[in-house]
């Protein structure tokens, strides 16, 4: 099992960036698919940005040039830079792990969601 802490979000105007972080733990032996995804009021959930096991990131079309994510391996955290933000991008957002393929990372269901933090652009 792998626990996952989010931090981050809050308030800023459109244009702004946030910078969200999430701390891995528990059970890391086992490698998984790690990822960001967000969840407005009255949405489906969405995956922004995903890094397989062997570092390749997928983004959204939405997220493409605009978000980046990276991970420091060493100490087990993922960041997610949000610039260029723009009120469509306000929601929760959660960090997500998946054991599952290189290919699946991304498509398949999270098997694990952090606590989410909140994104508001206005």
């Known amino acids: 099992h792998v626990q996952l802490v989010e931090s981050g979000g809050g308030s800023v105007q459109a244009g702004g960036s946030l910078r969200l972080s999430c701390v891995v733990s528990?059970?890391?032996?086992?490698?998984?698919?790690l990822g960001w995804i967000r969840q407005a009021p009255g949405k489906e959930p969405e995956a922004v940005a995903s890094?397989?096991?062997?570092?390749?990131?997928i983004y959204s079309d939405s997220a493409n040039g605009r978000f980046v994510l990276s991970r420091d391996t060493g100490r087990k955290i993922v960041y997610l830079q949000m610039n260029q933000l723009r009120p469509e991008d306000t929601a929760i957002y959660y960090c997500?792990?998946?054991?599952?393929?290189?290919?699946?990372?991304?498509?398949?269901?999270?098997?694990?969601r952090g606590q989410g933090t909140q994104v508001t652009v206005s």
């Open positions: 890094v397989t096991q062997v570092g390749q990131i």
């Open positions: 997500a792990a998946a054991h599952v393929t290189r290919a699946q990372c991304g498509k398949a269901p999270w098997e694990h």
């Open positions: 528990g059970d890391t032996s086992r490698t998984y698919c």
